[in-house]
């Protein structure tokens, strides 16, 4: 900052410090609601797998409906049997997905979907 001001050198700048983590804090998803067993069975359905929670390093838009009480939660498609055994992983220059996994994620959809717009609130 100070080094700023010296360059800047001009007494009617203000420099004012941007905090880095701008997201609110709220408390995580529950797992313990019908979304979530809708998106559990969905994953059983279509991948046969069972649903893990899992917290991210990364950074997303979810955080600020949390914030505001809304229950979110990421999910995306499911396999990478190409470039994830060659070390790429998400945001790399290798990001992609086959078209039989784009598939199988949109089944995947259908059943999440249609089983969260068919429960009682």
């Not at 360059?7 to 804090?25: A, H, L, M």
């Amino acid at each position: 900052m100070e080094m700023m001001r010296k360059v800047i050198d001009d007494p009617t700048v203000e420099i004012v410090p941007q905090t880095i983590n701008q997201r609110p804090g709220s408390a995580p998803s529950r797992i313990d609601n019908d979304s979530y067993h809708a998106l559990e069975a969905a994953y059983k359905k279509i991948y046969g797998t069972t649903t893990v929670p899992y917290m991210s390093t990364g950074a997303t838009d979810m955080a600020f409906l949390r914030a505001k009480g809304v229950q979110c939660y990421g999910i995306g498609a499911m396999f990478d049997l190409e470039d994830a055994p060659k070390g790429f992983g998400a945001h790399s220059d290798q990001e992609r997905i086959l078209v039989e996994a784009v598939y199988k994620h949109l089944q995947f959809y259908w059943e999440a979907v249609t089983s969260i717009a068919g429960t009682k609130k």
